[in-house]
């Protein structure tokens, strides 16, 4: 029922600041939770941060707490990952998820998935 494509990935320096947007199509998607999630080499998917189906609840691990914040546009169909104070660990491939339930599961709880988008922070 979704379809999700993402951007905004790059590279950039220690301290530096991007903006990932995942845009989605389908009739529903204001009723979809949707979620970041990213991975690194050699390591297992992890949860960023996740927004549910009317922004009223949002949640972030607490690595990027205070770092990163989680947005959506119902109108637009997007949501945003807006990162700043970037570091070599967020290095990592990003995520843009969508599901019919809540925003806080685990990634296997999620129903649909873009194709990820690379972020690299050098040091």
């Known amino acids: 029922q979704v379809q999700l494509v993402e951007s905004g990935g790059g590279l950039v320096q220690t301290g530096g600041s991007l903006r990932l947007s995942c845009a989605a199509s389908g009739r529903t998607f204001s009723s979809y939770a949707m979620g970041w999630f990213r991975q690194a080499p050699g390591k297992e998917r992890e949860f960023v941060a996740a927004i549910s189906w009317n922004g009223a609840n949002t949640y972030y691990a607490d690595s990027v707490k205070g770092r990163f914040t989680i947005s959506r546009d119902n109108a637009k169909n997007t949501v945003y990952l807006q990162m700043n104070s970037l570091k070599p660990e967020d290095t990592a491939v990003y995520y843009c998820?969508?599901?019919?339930?809540?925003?806080?599961?685990?990634?296997?709880?999620?129903?649909?998935w873009g194709q990820g988008t690379q972020v690299t922070v050098s040091s």
């Open positions: 998820a969508a599901n019919r339930g809540v925003a806080y599961v685990p990634a296997r709880h999620y129903d649909y």
